[in-house]
């Protein structure tokens, strides 16, 4: 199918969608650093491009229409306001970035939207936004289905869950999209689950591994059983206070002295990546001086350069995950980082990785489509 490109940042919808054989005709990005990234990675000559997707005219979007089938876009989820009369979307989601797609929508009349959002677009306000978002699509005359789909299935080691809905316009529905299973038989990207064992309770737990599907082994813990192998301890506003840490794991580093924060620590897994450098992995301790000072137990965690260079007796070292690394925890070949790399600075390529799609989810998804 040919799909327009909208909230595109740098391109994972459309690396996504092309793998799975569907062609992009247009792409629209606000950021002129995402923008730069973009087309470094993707080949948009010929292509339709806009920027600020508020000045888009319904007469520009409408000559698009029979050209378009498909529209994609990872929107902002503003809040909506239901209050008053209910006159339909133009009254209940002008206002919002959603309003945007839905007037692209209705002036181009694609077979498909293909939209994602966070999670807590489910339970925004109550029920009351996915709702209205819901009906719009249904007074626009397309039947939505949706489902939470999380990263770490699909090949790459990170913690995301994200909501994703599929729009069929009325009449000419293809196939269901969803659900989507983790270990289908039909999924490429299988994975496998490997029960760790609960050092404190000696129990079979929910600490899951997860591993690459092409058969590369998640980093090797330092476990050495009875409960007394080597750790770092993370403050958390949790009952025990603290969550524990060993090689492998990734720690988000934001904030290091919040009261109210938690679930800080991912078990051989990256937590959701933000638009930041809050990120950081435990990795051994090389060989040599390091000029940080060693301690028996991390001291508290922040962000600043010094930190991530202290070390543990245990033979521990804290390190903040690197652009690359982000990127690549998004499902982005070395390749397309790269091109990005020579156009935009460390700061952007962070932002742009936390505001991204997976890739792999993505293209899960369009190789079901007709």
């Not at 966070?118 to 626009?140: A, P």
């Not at 930190?307 to 390190?319: A, D, H, V």
């Not at 990785?353 to 489509?369: H, K, L, M, Q």
Request: aromatic share 8%; charged share 25%.
């Amino acid at each position: 199918m040919k799909f327009l490109d909208l909230f595109a940042g740098i391109g994972g919808f459309r690396l996504g969608l092309e793998q799975a054989g569907h062609e992009c005709v247009g792409f629209c990005e606000i950021d002129k650093f995402a923008r730069q990234s973009y087309k470094a990675i993707h080949n948009t000559e010929g292509e339709r491009e806009y920027h600020d997707i508020t000045t888009v005219s319904n007469e520009e979007w409408r000559t698009l229409r029979g050209t378009v089938e498909l529209i994609c876009g990872g929107f902002p989820c503003q809040s909506f306001s239901i209050a008053g009369k209910r006159k339909g979307f133009l009254d209940e989601t002008r206002g919002t970035l959603f309003f945007e797609i839905a007037r692209a929508a209705e002036q181009i009349k694609p077979r498909t939207l293909f939209l994602e959002n966070v999670r807590g677009l489910l339970s925004h306000d109550k029920g009351r936004t996915f709702r209205t978002i819901i009906s719009t699509l249904n007074e626009l005359g397309y039947d939505a289905e949706w489902q939470i789909l999380n990263s770490k299935n699909f090949g790459v080691p990170q913690n995301r869950e994200r909501v994703f809905i599929i729009g069929h316009l009325r009449g000419e529905r293809g196939r269901e999209v969803f659900p989507i299973g983790t270990t289908n038989a039909e999924n490429d990207n299988k994975i496998i689950q490997v029960a760790q064992l609960d050092t404190e309770t000696r129990k079979n737990s929910n600490r899951f591994r997860t591993y690459d599907p092409s058969g590369i082994g998640a980093c090797l813990s330092t476990m050495g059983g009875g409960g007394l192998e080597p750790c770092i301890l993370v403050k958390e506003a949790t009952k025990k206070g603290y969550a524990e840490a060993n090689v492998g794991d990734s720690i988000n580093i934001s904030h290091p002295n919040s009261k109210t924060r938690r679930g800080r620590v991912g078990k051989q897994i990256a937590n959701t990546l933000l638009t930041g450098e809050e990120q950081a992995v435990i990795v051994q301790k090389p060989r040599g001086f390091n000029k940080g000072g060693e301690h028996d137990i991390a001291p508290t965690l922040s962000s600043n350069s010094w930190q991530e260079n202290n070390l543990l007796k245990s033979g521990f070292r804290i390190r903040k995950l690197t652009p690359r690394e982000c990127w690549r925890l998004q499902g982005f070949p070395d390749w397309a980082f790269d091109k990005a790399q020579e156009v935009n600075s460390n700061s952007q390529l962070y932002k742009q990785a936390g505001n991204s799609v997976t890739v792999p989810v993505i293209y899960e998804i369009a190789r079901r489509f007709e």
